[in-house]
């Protein structure tokens, strides 16, 4: 029996059409000190992040120490592939299925677009992201026991602010 997914409205009164018309602009232009001033706070996130991991050996550690909790490791690895099959379904998929039409009047990778056509992806995502966080700080806990938080925690903050400094461009 196949499932029909139908599009839901924020309210009655609204349907799919005025839903697209907000006032979201489709795109926004930052000045160039704004994307400095971005790189200036990320850049010690990323040199706090490369510290703890080498002085840690963050990664070699989660590989080969044998005191790591395998099995809750495992199933965290599994929940934040879930979260990267996600993410590239809605920056790569949708954009490539739903291309700007005049009928939607954005983009189909905007938080709009996503929330008729997928409401349910994003408290998935952040569902699998914070389940998968406590199970990685509990599987890392009998090595570095109460500082397995701010460690790993500092390393995500690294990672993620390491975006900052890949070639893009607009």
């Known amino acids: 029996m196949a499932s029909t997914y139908r599009r839901v409205a924020s309210n009655e009164n609204n349907d799919d059409a005025t839903r697209f018309e907000s006032n979201i602009p489709a795109t926004t232009t930052r000045s160039r000190s704004e994307r400095i ?3 200036v706070y990320a850049l010690p996130w990323v040199i706090a992040a490369y510290a703890i991991a080498a002085y840690t050996r963050l990664f070699h550690t989660i590989y080969t120490d044998d005191r790591i909790i395998r099995s809750i490791l495992v199933i965290a690895i599994i929940l934040f592939s879930i979260n990267a099959v996600l993410m590239m379904y809605l920056t790569v ?3 490539y299925k739903f291309p700007i039409s005049n009928k939607h009047k954005v983009s ?3 938080p709009a677009f996503w929330e008729v056509y997928c409401p349910k992806v994003i408290p998935t995502m952040t569902a699998c992201g914070v389940v998968g966080s406590f199970l990685l700080v509990r599987a890392c ?5 109460f500082f397995s938080p701010c ?14 400094f890949i070639p893009w461009p607009f």
Do not use: E, N
């Open 37 to 39: 001033s971005d790189k």
């Open 93 to 95: 998929y949708l954009p």
């Open 108 to 110: 189909a990778s905007s």
């Open 141 to 145: 806990f009998p090595i570095w026991g």
């Open 151 to 164: 460690i790993l925690g500092i390393v995500a903050l690294g990672m993620f602010f390491s975006l900052h």
